[in-house]
Each structure stands twice: as structure tokens, then as C-alpha cells.
């Protein structure tokens, strides 16, 4: 197979999805490839145009948030034109389920002009274990890494095939309801749990928590975020050098809810498994 240049394109609140696409570009590049590693969860990087033309080949990978994948990245999508160019994604969650990102994403990435090949999921610790949740600690595990090898040997054959995979993604049940709930959800009136918030007076201000923040919400001058557009990524309290921005403390306790609102136990979820989905009723189940 001849040399391919493929850019591998995720968006990482904590670092979930990033160690996946680490994993898979480590391989792409074992496997003699040329790869580009290219994180858009900044707000900066999602202002760079991307040069579609330069790469034979696209992988995209994003967190699960609330079924689909974050709307700052939904948004960006939207905004590519894939030219006919193949591609595959693949989605991070936090052991609840993966909901209708495949659909969702791949209706966004058709509707781009890229022909997607298939795709993947992958469990991982959840976003708010940064806040004392304990769900899929320690994940991911060696079962988990050799799907994303898995996945970049068949992006190589699928990217090296002159025909296309053919996948294709039926609309799962329920979708348009959980979609028009989504539209119709009340915009957030003040602080919740989620919100970061600087736990000291002072810190280094090192303004990683404003500069790396996707959705510009963070303010390094006052410690804050503006509860309106962060999205809980939790990215500021993760890349924190001095770890000093934390979410309420309630939100620890809000894990036994959280398990309880979905009938979940941390068995079930340890028992979530990383999987290629190449046909669409896997991806409908
Ligand atoms: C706002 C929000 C919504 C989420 N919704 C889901 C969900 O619907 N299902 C699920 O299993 N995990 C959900 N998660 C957990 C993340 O999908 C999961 O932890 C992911 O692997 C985080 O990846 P990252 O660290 O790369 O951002 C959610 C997290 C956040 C912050």
C-alpha cells in the first residue's frame, strides 16, 4: 500500500478521546503513513481553515455530550468541505451510552461533501470523574488499544480502496424527538455545579484556562466562566498546571444520582466495550 497522509482530528476536554487518537495515529504512523495530529478543542484552532485538499485521508474523533457530539464541534463541521475526500470517526463516552452521535456526525459529515467509511466507539473515564466521579477509571485497557489499532489498520484499507465502504447509517429510533428536545431545553439562567470556578485569590496566571478554553468562556482575571456558554467540557480544570479550578463539590455526590437515573452500576459500565462499527444496524442498536 502506498504512503498516505492522513490528519487525525479530535476534540478532548480531559483527554479522553485525545489518548484514543494518540493511539490511532501512533499506528497510522507504524503502519508507514504521514499523520497530522490536529486538536481542535481550543477556540483558536477551530478558526484555522483546514486545508482539505493536502490529505488523502480523515479521521475524526469527539466526546459524547448528552447523545451527540459537542455543539462547538457540530457547528465547526458544518463548516468543512470535505471535497468527495474518504473519512472515518470515531466517539468517546463515559460509559452511558453513545446515543445518536454516530448518526448525528455522520449526517453532518456527509452533508460536508466527505464520504465517511465507517466508524467506532470507545468507553473512557467520564468528563465529571474530574469532579470526584469514579466511572471507567481504568479504561483505556489493553482490549480497548487494540480495537484503535484495529481502527487505523482498516482506515488504511478503507483510505487505499478505489471504491467506497458503502456505509451508510439508518436514523435511529427516537431521533427527531431527543434532537427537538435538545432544541426546545431552556438556556442555563445561572451557576450551576458544573461551572469551574478558580478555587484561589490568586494563582501564576498562566491563562492556559482562557486561551485553551473551546468556547472562549473562561476568564482568567476573575476566575470565573460565563455559565452561558461554557459547556462543561472541563478542559480548565484538567490542563490547570497548579489545579487550583475546580466544579462544586455537590457534584461528587451527584454520582450515585447519576447511576440511579439511568438504572446504571459501575459493572455495567466497566462492561462497555471499544468496537468498530462498519455496519449500520450495529450503530442502530
Ligand atoms: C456535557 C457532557 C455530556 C455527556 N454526555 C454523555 C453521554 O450522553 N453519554 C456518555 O456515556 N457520556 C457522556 N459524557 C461523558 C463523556 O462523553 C466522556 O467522558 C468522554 O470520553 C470525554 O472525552 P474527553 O475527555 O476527550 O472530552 C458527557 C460529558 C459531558 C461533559
Redesign the pocket.
Given at each position: 500500500m502506498t504512503k498516505k497522509n492522513i490528519v487525525v482530528i479530535y476534540?478532548?476536554?480531559?483527554?479522553?478521546?485525545?489518548t484514543y487518537a494518540k493511539a490511532i495515529a501512533k499506528e497510522l504512523t507504524k503502519l508507514g503513513n504521514q499523520v497530522r495530529d490536529f486538536n481542535i478543542t481550543p477556540y483558536a484552532s477551530r478558526q484555522i481553515p483546514l486545508a482539505v485538499e493536502e490529505y488523502d485521508g480523515f479521521i475524526f474523533g469527539f466526546?459524547?455530550?448528552?447523545?451527540i457530539a459537542p455543539g462547538v464541534v457540530n457547528e465547526w463541521l458544518t463548516k468543512l468541505d470535505g471535497k468527495g475526500k474518504k473519512c472515518a470517526m470515531f466517539f468517546?463516552?463515559?460509559?452511558?451510552?453513545?446515543?445518536y452521535a454516530h448518526f448525528h456526525t455522520f449526517q453532518l459529515l456527509q452533508h460536508a461533501g466527505f464520504q465517511v467509511e465507517f466508524s467506532a466507539e470507545f468507553p473512557?473515564?467520564?468528563?465529571?470523574n474530574v469532579g470526584g466521579w469514579t466511572a471507567l477509571t481504568d479504561r483505556p485497557n489493553s482490549n480497548d488499544m487494540d480495537v484503535a489499532r484495529n481502527f487505523a489498520a482498516l482506515a488504511i484499507q478503507r483510505f487505499s480502496a478505489p471504491e467506497t465502504s458503502g456505509f451508510i447509517l439508518q436514523k435511529p429510533f427516537g431521533y427527531k424527538q431527543a434532537m427537538d428536545a435538545k432544541k426546545n431545553r431552556p438556556q442555563r439562567t445561572e451557576r450551576g455545579w458544573t461551572n469551574p470556578v478558580r478555587s484561589t485569590e490568586t494563582c501564576d496566571m498562566c491563562r492556559l484556562c482562557e486561551t485553551e478554553c473551546p468556547t472562549q468562556s473562561f476568564n482568567a482575571d476573575t476566575g470565573l466562566s460565563d455559565f452561558t456558554t461554557c459547556?462543561?467540557?472541563?478542559h480548565c480544570v484538567y490542563i490547570c498546571p497548579q489545579q487550583v479550578i475546580k466544579i462544586n463539590e455537590g457534584m461528587k455526590g451527584a454520582y450515585q444520582k447519576f447511576l440511579s437515573d439511568y438504572c446504571l452500576t459501575e459493572e455495567m459500565m466497566s462492561a462497555k466495550k471499544s468496537k468498530l462499527i462498519t455496519r449500520s444496524w450495529e450503530a442502530a442498536a
Open positions: 476534540f478532548s476536554g480531559t483527554n479522553v478521546t485525545a466526546p459524547v455530550y448528552s447523545d468517546t463516552y463515559g460509559g452511558r451510552t453513545s446515543g473512557g473515564p467520564h468528563t465529571y459547556i462543561d467540557c472541563m
